[in-house]
Nanobody, 123 residues
Framework: QVQLVESGGGLVQAGGSLRLSCTASGRSIKDQAMAWFRQVPGKERDFVAA????????HYADSVKGRFAISRDNAKNSVYLEMNSLKPEDTAIYYCAAGTAIIATTRGECDYWGQGTQVTVSP
């Protein structure tokens, strides 16, 4: 079992930046693909960014390409999401996820989920 806890969310003005962190416990994430998803109330949980277990491959949703960056530090059992040039449409609850696929870009490929952290971007 992997327990995931997100942090770093908050309120930021459009154009600003935030760095989300996700710390795992229960087991090492070194063999886990890690991903970030986001969800707006009343809508589906959407893929944002993913990194393969090796760290060699990343994948981003078109809406965040060039603005967001996913990274991981296996020694700290953590994964991060650096978010720049934030827009009001980035407002959502952001979830960290882990899975045993080589890279996890869909909800079905993720076995473990955090509780989420709220990101609000004001105009």
């Amino acid at each position: 079992q992997v327990q995931l806890v997100e942090s770093g969310g908050g309120l930021v003005q459009a154009g600003g930046s935030l760095r989300l962190s996700c710390t795992a416990s229960g087991r090492s994430i070194k063999d886990q693909a890690m991903a970030w998803f986001r969800q707006v109330p009343g809508k589906e949980r959407d893929f944002v960014a993913a990194m393969s277990w090796s760290g060699g491959t990343t994948h981003y949703a078109d809406s965040v390409k060039g603005r967001f960056a996913i990274s991981r530090d296996n020694a700290k059992n953590s994964v991060y999401l650096e978010m720049n040039s934030l827009k009001p449409e980035d407002t959502a609850i952001y979830y960290c996820a882990a899975g045993t696929a080589i890279i996890a870009t869909t909800r079905g490929e993720c076995d473990y989920w955090g509780q989420g952290t709220q990101v609000t971007v004001s105009p």
